[in-house]
């Protein structure tokens, strides 16, 4: 009845459903059955040990859904104002971004952050280069990558602010959405198999664990259709 009336309140048609069993798995039949494209699954604590534990429920959804995840922190906002989405330049990139776009244009949006992260690779010495060589050549060949995934979106209305930063991933995307102050991270998985779809990428699940923030990550059509054939058997 509290979640009907919720929905009464914001005017939106709310179905409730209420299924016996493991939630975590009466979560993903019903996802299934209801051919949703997103699941919102909300996380119990805002201290750093809670975000690190997430919530065994919360985590099998985030690793077995067939479809986009939405980690809802306590205190958030459903209304974003800041969106940062992670572009690791991959083919799930253009699909986060477009996503970013639309949430933005429903909140009204002026602009959202796209940051890359890169590292410089170790064997630099043996190529012959510096480190500061290394990294703006790094640097270099990021920027033009971003650049070229941006160019698919020039005739958007909402302003594309790209930040390229060096670092781990996960940690470095953290790090800039707290200095964007962001309240929602964007970003993608890469399941590209029926045994790929079930672990979900060690840098989207750390940026989920270590921010504080609400992360909504993206998962392709191929990871929804691996997933749904293990689901029917």
Not at 43 to 68: F, M, N, Q, Y
Not at 137 to 151: D, F, I, P, S, T
Request: proline share 5%; glycine share 8%.
């Amino acid at each position: 009845r509290e979640l009907a009336h919720w929905g009464k309140s914001e005017k939106v048609p709310v179905e409730v459903v209420v299924r016996k069993g493991s939630a975590a798995v009466e979560i993903l039949k019903t996802v299934k059955e209801a051919k949703a494209d997103l699941v919102v699954v909300g996380s119990h604590g805002k201290g750093a040990l809670d975000r690190i534990l997430l919530g065994s429920v919360a985590e099998k959804v985030l690793h077995l859904s067939p479809v986009s995840v939405l980690i809802a922190r306590p205190g958030g906002k459903p209304d974003f104002t800041r969106i940062l989405c992670a572009a690791d330049i991959s083919p799930t990139s253009e699909l986060c971004l477009q996503w970013s776009l639309d949430l933005a244009a429903r909140d009204r949006l002026d602009g959202i952050c796209v940051v890359n992260t890169f590292e410089v690779p170790a064997g630099y010495l043996e190529a012959g280069m510096t480190y500061d060589s290394a990294r703006e050549r790094m640097r270099e060949v990021h920027q033009a990558e971003l650049g070229r995934l941006l160019a698919k979106f020039k005739g958007s209305p909402i302003e594309l602010e790209p930040v390229i930063e060096e670092g781990p991933a996960a940690e470095t995307i953290v790090k800039v959405a707290g200095q964007k102050e962001a309240d929602l991270i964007v970003l993608g998985t890469h399941g590209r198999s029926r045994l790929a779809a079930f672990f979900l990428g060690s840098v989207t699940t750390k940026v989920v664990r270590q921010s504080p923030l609400s992360v909504l990550a993206v998962k392709p059509k191929q990871h929804r259709h691996s997933l749904l054939e293990l689901l029917d058997r």
